[in-house]
């Protein structure tokens, strides 16, 4: 994996690199979106809708993403960039022989349904299957009941490979995830992790 990028830029999104410098924007982020996500979300902790904790939250975000274990992404419109729309993470990011990382994301609850996930999520795998970071696999858990999210992956090439049992505690139970997986296009069975 080579140097972290400090950010990307697709047609319509600017996506920062997670650092303590964008606390307020993601402080803000979550307020917002506090309700609408939990019955997605495990349950978060008081200081994930404080500017003092997204701090705490983002310095160790950077800490990670220098040590090669994490990529963090957060969304905004070029003519908004104190607002957050949204973030991506590739976490527990793995090297030789497992070559892989798992997938997170969550848009606002306002911006839903405009495509800017997909656009923002193209964007974020074509960085991780380049040679830069140099990923073959990455995976990405979802209730079965978050149709719009399997959707949405499905559109991106995701493949469905199974259930995971009582996988969360989420939204007051136990709940069921969808395990999906997305392969590097090109990469040959048998070529060996880089």
Known sequence: MTPALSELRTERLWLRASNPALADAACDYYRRNREPHARWNP???????????????????????????????????????????????????????????????SIDAANEGQGLMREALAAVLADAFNERVGLRRVQANVRPENTRSLALLDR???????????????????????????????????????
Request: glycine content about 8%; proline content about 8%.
């Open 43 to 105: 349950p978060q902790p008081a200081s994930m809708f404080t500017a003092e904790g997204q701090r705490e939250r983002l310095a160790a975000s950077a800490d990670a993403i220098a040590a090669g274990t994490l990529i963090g992404w957060w969304l905004f419109l070029p003519d908004a960039p104190d607002r957050a729309l949204g973030q991506i993470h590739l976490s527990q990011m793995a090297r030789a022989p497992f070559c892989n990382a798992m997938l997170g994301y």
């Open 156 to 194: 991106l090439g995701f493949e469905r490979e199974g259930l995971a049992r009582e996988y969360l505690f989420i939204d007051g139970a136990w709940r069921d995830h969808v395990l999906t997986a997305l392969r590097a296009p090109g990469w040959p069975a048998d070529r060996a992790p880089t």
